[in-house]
């Protein structure tokens, strides 16, 4: 059973445009929320996060907001670029024990940006 | 550039054969993670070690064991491969208290079975 999902397996959007990536997860006992970007070949690279107890984090043109009655999470990309073409992993996380615990991802949206 | 180094980059074998992936976590950090990365499942949680210790452990086939070693360097052993096995792994690792409760991905290591 998917615990965090992201239902749109691809996402294309113009050059300048806002991105919206989409993710949904189902417990609601997770503390932090991420999105990484992955390139063919390289591993995930880390993007933004929010804290279960945020409803909104901003990083330049990256926002993420939380709908956590909706059990909901956004990524806002604004403007787009086409350097911004990759798949968008969504990852939540439990953490115990005072350490990080471990990352529970979704399947990935490519987005592609089209000059 | 994460920090976290892996090898090798490649890694072709037969079935049947054992393998090991090593990982190397950004300096300080005490915690590493193991990910597996298949077409068709995504990206699932194996294994994590907090400083020397097995912390939690995910999907992680009995075929399949780690360690983490004094110097934080963890292992990553796949025996008695079988065909499915093929996938990408990654090896991640975070620090204690981190702000945006991060992980810090290596490039991966790809591993076919034939």
Redesign the interface.
Same mark, same amino acid.
């Given at each position: 059973d998917q615990q965090v999902k992201q239902n749109s397996p691809s996402l294309s959007v113009q050059e300048g445009r806002i991105s919206i990536l989409n993710c949904d997860y189902t417990n609601s006992m997770f503390d932090y929320f991420l999105w990484y970007k992955k390139y063919p070949a390289e591993g995930p690279t880390f993007l933004i996060s929010i804290s279960s107890i945020k409803d909104k984090n901003e990083d330049g043109r990256f926002t993420v907001f939380l709908n956590k009655s909706a059990k909901h999470l956004s990524l806002h990309i604004v403007p787009s670029q086409p350097g911004d073409s990759a798949v968008y992993f969504c990852a939540a996380s439990l953490n115990y024990g005072g350490s990080q615990g471990n990352l529970i991802f979704g399947k990935g949206t490519k987005l592609s940006v089209k000059p | 550039d994460?920090g976290?180094t892996q090898t090798p980059k490649h890694l072709i074998t037969a079935t049947g054969q054992r393998v090991t992936l090593r990982c190397s976590p950004r300096s300080g950090d005490l915690?590493v993670?193991w990910?597996q990365q298949s077409l068709d499942q =995504?990206?699932?949680?194996l294994i @994590?070690y907090?400083n020397g210790e097995e912390?939690?452990k995910?999907n992680i086939l009995e075929r399949f064991s780690a360690q983490q070693f004094p110097d934080l360097h963890s292992e990553l052993n796949l025996s008695s491969l079988e065909l499915g096995d093929s996938a990408l792994y990654?090896c991640?690792s975070?620090a204690? =208290?981190?702000e945006?409760?991060? @992980?810090?991905?290596?490039?991966?290591t790809r591993l076919t079975v034939l």
């Open positions: - | 994460s976290v915690s993670y990910y =995504g990206l699932q949680f @994590q907090y912390r939690a995910g990654f991640a975070s204690l =208290g981190s945006y409760n991060e @992980q810090f991905f290596g490039p991966g």
